[in-house]
């Protein structure tokens, strides 16, 4: 059971008529599932760019220009309840001298030209080890863009495995061929590919 890493994502469409000021993303973590000691945000990107989160952390605020030469300022937090499950992040747009809101302006632009009105939010977290074989984990979140309402993702889904895969090859040969037939089974995820090895002279 490997540490998961997960990616949210999320656009103020093209179509939309102003930029967005405040999205609130959340995920509920099935604790049933998983370890919530191991939960910890990744990083996050806005417009095409990486801003780093450091390390371990289950909680953050991070404060600041996106980009140089914006007229203001994004606050984002981040906090995970390993009581409950729920991660959440917020970017806020700031007026950098009163420190609300601006009055028409928003740190995500419509997704005029991609990537500017694009973001994503990054975490992981471990399985717990006693799940079985063949459990399946399911996540998904929502999105709030100002005062819209919540945007549901798709749902994304993984199937444990935790059992090795086994294959088998047989061959016969003629004086001018070898036929060569290859099997196998896998636990949980099944075969994806056979990668056959030829040796010549030993």
Known sequence: NDLQAFTIMFEN?????????VVRIETQVDLTRF???????GGFVIGGRYFNVPPGRQEFTLEGQLFPGDPFKVRV??????????????FITLDPVTNNLPVFDGFLPPN???PEGEGSVLYSVQPLQVLPSNTTIASTATIVFDLNAPIVTNTWT???DDLPPVSFATASATMEDISV???GSD???????FE???STDG
């Open 181 to 183: 037939t290859f099997t």
């Open 35 to 41: 370890n919530a000691s191991t939960f910890t945000f």
């Open 187 to 193: 636990d949980a995820s099944g075969i994806a590919y």
């Open 158 to 160: 993984n199937v444990t």
């Open 13 to 21: 469409v093209d179509t939309a008529t102003a930029a967005a000021q």
């Open 112 to 114: 005029v030209t991609s």
């Open 196 to 198: 056959v090895f030829v």
């Open 77 to 90: 937090n981040g906090r995970f309840d390993d009581t409950t499950g729920l991660a959440v992040w917020e």
